[in-house]
């Protein structure tokens, strides 16, 4: 892990520490994945073709990067085959790198990736009965320092790009086998029974049907990486999941949270995780700057968030710190104050070398539950998975070397100034 030292990008409206940008590509050539059709056009026209040729190879390119997901330029068979090692020449089809693939015995999957240049993040795929959750990796560590979290441990190495987080996705549909079948036909001539309500493929008989936005990172402060990112997730011609199906989870970036919903329109979790100010501070120290009363209000302005489309409010069981009935009476307080359209998923705090909590007794969290529950509101407590192989989303890092206490002290003291 880099040591590089983080510094402020001047003029941003949250200031976030980025240390390292991204280092281009020592062949010079372009990474395509990542790029809007609009974009492909205008570096196909740049290298020389025509405008209306560069418009149609984008088109052609699209299809074939996002509906069969070709690695090779010369499988783009509709393709002039002279075209082809000229596109090869000039630009690649990149996917993150597998440096691990890890299978847990509940089919749980983990994989440890690398980007072109030489950076470890995490990305995990949760089978489930109905449905099947990729929880993808937004930055390389993370500048926030929430205290039970283990990527909060690692400094900010940097933001991954576009091309790195839909790569993520399209990395699974290679590893799970999904692209449609050469020959097979695409999407536009699919049987209407294969195709849902927005258009995007359906989720029968897939395995990848939903994405989180769980991984390593704050989406947030991130965020236009995830926004194009996402938009070819969503994009009919692209990816082609419903925004219905991926959620966004932020620790409380409350600038950022009425652009989310503006210019992504996903889902939203919030990482709420305590009900007083005391308590939140110190697990989840974002809060220092925007508040929970301020987090609330936030949440009751989000636009897209309905009955049908509720909130979710992650809350991690934490023995003796925030698990108290008192503590689960006020949340429903709280959800009830601000009429949120709400659901709180209840998380078995999952322990790593040097972390300073417990997690709470399963009855204490049965009771937290039951007083949630019981006030109308849904709180489920969600199954840890893949605990043989380290795979708890949020969690996203290979068993690391213990740091000292003084040494996590350090590394929080210095995220924090960097906060401002
Ligand atoms: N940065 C974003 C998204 C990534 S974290 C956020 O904080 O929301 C995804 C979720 O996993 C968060 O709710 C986070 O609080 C939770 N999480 C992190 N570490 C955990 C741990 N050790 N045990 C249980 N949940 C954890
Ligand atoms: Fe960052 Fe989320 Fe972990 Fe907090 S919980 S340190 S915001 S990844």
């Known amino acids: 892990m880099s040591d590089t030292k983080l510094m402020q990008i001047p003029g941003h409206i949250d200031p976030v ?3 390292r940008d991204v280092t281009p590509r020592e062949d010079g050539r372009v990474d395509l994945i990542g790029l809007p059709k609009k974009r492909i056009a205008e570096l196909f026209e740049v290298a020389g073709l025509d405008t209306k040729a560069a418009k149609l190879r984008a088109k052609q390119v699209f299809h074939w990067l996002y509906h069969r997901g070709v690695t090779d330029f010369a499988a783009m068979t509709d393709i002039a085959k002279t ?20 299978h847990s015995t509940d089919g749980t999957r983990k994989w440890l990736l690398r980007t072109a240049d030489g950076h470890d993040f995490e990305m995990v795929f949760i089978p489930d009965a109905d449905r099947g959750t990729l929880c993808v990796s937004s930055q390389v560590g993370c500048t926030l320092n929430c205290r039970f979290c283990h990527t909060g441990t690692m400094r900010l190495v940097r933001n991954l790009t576009a091309g790195e987080i839909v790569g993520q996705v399209m990395l699974a549909r290679d590893s799970l086998g999904e692209w449609p079948k050469s020959g097979q036909a695409d999407l536009a001539a699919l049987d209407d029974d294969l195709v849902d309500e927005d258009g995007g493929y359906s989720a029968d008989g897939r395995l990848l049907t939903n994405i989180v936005m769980m991984g390593m990172g704050e989406p947030l402060y991130n965020f236009d990486n995830v926004r194009d990112a996402l ?14 199906r991926i959620t966004l989870s932020t620790s409380g970036v409350v600038p950022q949270m009425e652009r989310c919903a503006e210019e992504i329109g996903v889902n939203l979790a919030v990482s709420l995780h305590a009900v ?6 110190e697990i989840v120290p974002i809060n220092k700057k925007y508040g929970i009363e301020e987090l609330l209000q936030a949440c009751a302005d989000y ?11 992650e809350y991690v069981m934490l023995k003796d710190k925030n698990d108290s009935d008192e503590d689960a009476h006020e949340l429903v307080r709280l959800i009830k104050h601000y009429k949120l359209p709400a659901k709180v998923n209840l998380i078995p705090f999952n322990p790593w070398p040097g972390a300073a909590y417990d997690c709470s007794t399963p009855e204490r969290i049965k009771s937290f539950s039951n007083i949630v529950f019981e006030a ?6 969600r199954t840890p998975r893949g605990r043989d192989i380290d795979a708890a989303c949020g969690q996203l890092k290979t068993a690391a070397e213990k740091k000292s206490r003084a040494e996590l002290e350090r590394l929080y003291a210095e995220k924090e100034k960097a906060l401002g």
Not at 83 to 101: H, K, Q, S, T
């Open 276 to 281: 007083t100010k005391d308590v939140r501070d």
């Open 83 to 102: 075209m082809r090692p000229w596109l090869a020449e000039r630009f690649v089809i990149g996917r993150p790198e597998i440096v691990e693939a890890q």
């Open 231 to 244: 938009k070819l997730v969503m994009d009919g011609d692209g990816l082609a999941l419903s925004k219905r």
């Open 303 to 313: 636009k897209g968030a309905s009955n049908a489309r509720r909130i979710t409010f």
């Open 376 to 381: 109308g509101i849904s709180a489920p407590v």
């Open 17 to 19: 520490p980025v240390p």
